[in-house]
């Protein structure tokens, strides 16, 4: 091995060190940041209580505190890490597939049909034999498939290209849009102010059937995402260069497109509306790793993961009583943050 291979090896392995590094670090700020979203709340729990009560489980001695940890806040704090997860991973195959770096789940109108489902069951659910907190979600994830069928059918019709998904994308997002403010200007002020407070985006609807639920269907898709790693880092590169490496980059897209589809839906149909997450954690994982799938895939979960939790404790600590929707929170970050990414992406590509 001549003295340039070897140069070239030993940077590849430092640099692959740091990347390890980042994700060991963010996966550390997840643990803290999980920690702390237990602790805060109105009751004043220690550390050593909540330490305490997990070991125990749900059965504790401690009544008091084993309801308040194992009923209330460990559901949300969970539905947290995998809703975040889950748009963070949606969001880097998003952007991956579309080649676009403002493409997200929300921003492509999956949040707004989700929105719009829950709306329709709020209104009208109380004509169906079917309780509330299950017609809702399970609206909201209908209206979000069918809101990735409408973009999907709209992009089919013209080779299913990234530019005609994301035209796609707005379309469907003004669609349901416009249909969500025509229930809401019809709805009673009860029912619109339920409306209203499911689009705030909350972890208090969590539950540990929410966990159940977001737990199966990440667990189901990490595989596929994780199989589709290597082709994934090579559409960044390009339609023409993916296809010259001997990759189906419309069946690629067509795969990708199902399980952002099942990983939004299930993420904001029992939340409510959570913008920025997907469009944010992406970024901020390829700016640690770069854009090899193999660690920027992992990394923009964790990091979707920490941006909620992180939501969570800033509503939590501004509002302990109130529990501030962290809809909300990444609302008001995210718009700062994304005039940054807006910044950083046109001085990366000036023309």
């Known amino acids: 091995m001549t003295a340039a291979a070897i140069g070239l090896h030993e940077s590849y392995r430092r640099v692959s060190r740091q990347r390890m590094a980042a994700l060991a670090a963010s996966i550390g700020l997840l643990i803290a940041l ?56 949606a969001g880097l195959t998003m952007q991956t597939i579309l080649n676009n770096p403002l493409a997200s789940p929300f921003t492509l109108g999956f949040s707004a049909a989700a929105g719009f489902g829950a709306a329709l069951a709020i209104t009208f659910g109380g004509i169906l034999p079917v309780a509330s907190y299950i017609l809702t979600p399970l609206a909201a994830f209908a209206m979000t498939l069918l809101a990735c069928g409408l973009v999907y059918l709209i992009a089919l019709s013209r080779g299913a290209r990234a530019e005609i998904l994301v035209l796609g994308g707005i379309a469907v997002m003004f669609f349901f849009q416009s249909l969500q403010a025509l229930l809401q200007f019809l709805a009673s002020p009860e029912v619109l102010q339920q409306i209203v407070f499911w689009l705030f985006g909350s972890l208090l609807k969590a539950s540990w059937t929410s966990v159940a639920v977001l737990g199966v269907v990440l667990a189901a898709s990490l595989p596929l995402l994780a199989r589709d790693c290597w082709q994934l880092t090579a559409l960044r590169m390009g339609d023409e260069n993916a296809e010259s490496l001997g990759i189906a980059i419309e069946r690629l897209r067509r795969r990708s497109f199902v399980m952002i589809a099942l990983l939004t839906a299930a993420a904001v149909s ?82």
């Open 270 to 351: 029992f939340v409510g509306t959570i913008g920025f997450i997907g469009l944010i954690a992406p970024h901020a994982a390829r700016a640690l790793v770069g854009d090899d799938h193999r660690l920027s895939l992992p990394l923009a979960g964790v990091t979707g993961a920490a941006l909620l939790i992180s939501a969570s404790v800033v509503g939590k600590l501004i509002s302990p009583a109130g529990a501030l929707p962290v809809g909300i929170v990444t609302a008001i970050a995210g718009v700062p943050l994304l005039v940054f990414i807006i910044i950083g992406t046109s001085r990366r590509y000036p023309s």
């Open 34 to 89: 999980t920690l702390a979203d237990l602790l805060l709340g109105p009751s004043g729990m220690t550390l050593a209580d909540v330490w305490t009560t997990l070991l125990a489980g749900p059965n504790a001695a401690d009544r008091m505190n084993a309801t308040i940890l194992w009923q209330i806040r460990l559901p949300q704090t969970l539905t947290g890490i995998l809703v975040g997860a889950s748009l963070g991973l």
